[in-house]
């Protein structure tokens, strides 16, 4: 199947340049090694919906590398990754959406473990190498036991095709957050890799609330995939604002099957040439995070130069997550004062501050002051769907971006009507 | 007139109790030895609102402390009023809406002296005794000749009301701030109190973005002005979140005009009573300020003890400024998951952390772990106009609370459809 054929092509922000190395594959499509199902286990009472995935590595190997957020309300399965799992050797996950199992206490963590117990019984696996993953509600008592019984009833209905596993995870999704690639390596064979991710609203600094499980068929050593997945998600995962809201129960988890029988060596060309397909891989899941935020319209990267290190983080943190700025891009309006003020608020007792913005490459403010421009054209660039901001800060230091989404009616609707 | 008169009740809040030595009086009339006025400068252009308010401090004395915000990115008028003023000698001041002659640089500041400049000159008064203050749009150029303009043929028109100068200081504001109350002290004298405020959108962490002018006819040294304005501001507009957005402008003035013949001496039980008075009218405003925060329907409390000082604070700012639990008070839903989403992400790295969470005294969380409770007392608490959260954290160490609006779908056509 050639690139043409696929109605979802892989890489669809101008943020997010397609690397020629990497052909986009029918976007469930797994790599080899890995077989996965989703379930309809009324996570929620009464919830038909899938909600429940299960996803093996079949190996050769089975190595793997995880990233988790840092709340002090860590839910249950987060917990239990951290505290008991080979997180570089986990061969199997299971991760359901209805619940989080988070501010469940020492009841959900037995629940957890419980889900854990019967994917690692049915599928002969050491519980250690069995993850588990939840989003949904917080706060509610975790139904581990409905899940571990569907487990039981579902482990041999797996797949090769992760459209169920996907479609599972999602809670307030609307778009599609799948993606699979084939990646041709400068020796000139080729890997596989593919990705299911879910996030959606409490998008936040440091990380996202999201699960994304990224499996390839290439054979990678445990440290390697460490610091590909470190590097990837600080580059993606890390820079996405939808509320500012920190998670509960965050999960990037890579596993490694190496049944190409292609071996990804620390250091070679082959790595460099992964790591940029991962990279765009994550980055355009990030971003498609954004687009989806709650009810958003438009996306915002905000670019900040200069300063410090913890300065262009603190302003573009501070652009990113304020509400007023959110707003006024939903409402497509070049409302450049509301990013003065979120410089100002997030560098206080600088003041008088000399930094410069500019919106979609127009410049609006010169030295802290604004600066004649054409508002036409101002405008026009406001109400893309993609806008730009770039925030230059005085001296000549740092940089960093952060992508955000809008708030919109749709936001309020979401999150004021129902129970999320 | 008695209170009983008095369509506009001082004190609607159950958080902020009348003092009982406080009477309410008509909440425009001014203390004696000051007047005001509100002029249509046209400050945006075309507006025929009023716009410009002068208040005017005939004495005997004048003596005043201020308080203003700290972003990187301080307006025209705080930095002239920071740098230039004799801040415990302020006899009148000028205040704008329409526009905040923020982000305006050095053109700016020479606009904001050219109005200070000009009213001085109408007022006989030096430069440095005359305040100024803007509300308004950011990055606009100021119109600092037309208001310079109007206060050199309107300096005639002042009076004892502050009706036209609370006018003239509103932007978006719906519920009227202005406040006038009968202070009867120890002793058995009488003082007058009164302030006109102005708040609502991008109501901040440690301020408000919000103006404040208060008045009173007692005769109060510079020192125990500042010292009694720093206390009772730490107490009301440093505790309150509209949407967690610090602004450029915000400014706190206290004078008084010693014109009752009423001294309040240093550490008496008269300065007690003062400051009880003055307590309580700020943080009524303060709270007026949330409950008209743009398009807001209830105001919420967060009361958080336990941990340390660090710690509460950064868990009731934490769950104020949650956009998640804001919508959640808008719809009235006791989603008390996403407090616990707060508090965690609040305090990273800490899992898992024991906390306790009750909303309108009802436990719904303890030791970090979901309790069980009467959902349907639940549900009625949450839609309450007024809804208290607690938060107990670890340990014994610390207290605070932080007041907030909730997230609504006014809020974002508020800053959505206008530039403001």
Request: glycine share 10%; charged share 20%; with cysteine.
């Amino acid at each position: 199947m050639s690139a043409g054929d696929l109605t979802h092509e892989a890489f669809q922000s101008r943020w997010v340049p397609a690397p020629p190395h990497c052909a986009p594959l029918p976007p469930t499509e797994l790599p080899a090694g890995f077989r996965a199902g989703g379930f309809a286990a009324a996570v929620k009472d009464g919830d038909t919906r899938l909600d429940v995935g299960l996803l093996v590595c079949d190996g050769p190997a089975c190595v793997s590398a995880a990233r988790f957020c840092v709340s002090g309300a860590l839910a249950a399965p987060v917990l239990l990754c951290e505290q008991e799992c080979d997180l570089s050797g986990i061969a199997a996950v299971v991760a359901n959406s209805g619940n989080a199992n988070a501010a469940t206490g020492e009841t959900g963590l037995a629940q957890a473990r419980l889900v854990q117990q019967a994917a690692a019984t049915a599928l002969g696996l050491p519980p250690n190498q069995v993850a588990v993953a939840s989003t949904g509600v917080i706060g509610v008592p975790f139904p581990g036991e409905r899940i571990a019984e569907m487990l039981r009833r579902s482990v041999a209905q797996l797949d090769h095709d992760a459209g169920d596993f996907a479609a599972a995870i999602k809670t307030t999704d609307m778009i599609d957050k799948h993606i699979a690639l084939s990646v041709e390596l400068p020796a000139g064979e080729t890997v596989r890799l593919s990705a299911q991710c879910k996030g959606a609203g409490m998008i936040s600094p440091r990380f996202a609330t999201m699960l994304c499980f990224v499996q390839t068929d290439a054979a990678i050593d445990a440290e390697t995939a460490d610091l590909l997945l470190g590097v990837t998600v600080k580059r993606s995962f890390d820079r996405i604002s939808v509320d500012g809201q920190l998670s509960t129960n965050d999960t990037v988890l890579l596993m490694c099957s190496g049944a190409s029988g292609v071996a990804i060596e620390p250091e070679s060309a082959d790595e460099r040439a992964f790591g940029e397909a991962l990279d765009a891989l994550l980055r355009e899941l990030a971003l498609r995070i954004v687009a989806d935020g709650e009810g958003a319209k438009r996306v915002g990267r905000v670019y900040v130069s200069g300063g410090d290190r913890h300065a262009v983080e603190r302003v573009a943190r501070a652009v990113a997550n304020s509400p007023l700025v959110k707003a006024a891009l939903f409402g497509g309006d070049p409302n450049w004062g509301r990013i003065a003020q979120a410089v100002g608020a997030a560098l206080p007792g600088s003041a008088p501050l000399s930094f410069d913005i500019a919106i979609e490459d127009i410049p609006v403010c010169a030295d802290g002051a604004v600066i004649e421009f054409d508002q036409a054209a101002l405008t026009a660039a406001a109400q893309r769907d993609e806008v730009e901001y770039a925030v230059k800060l005085p001296g000549a230091g740092a940089e960093t971006e952060v992508f955000f989404s809008d708030l919109s009616y749709g936001y309020v609707k979401i999150n004021a009507e129902y129970t999320t």
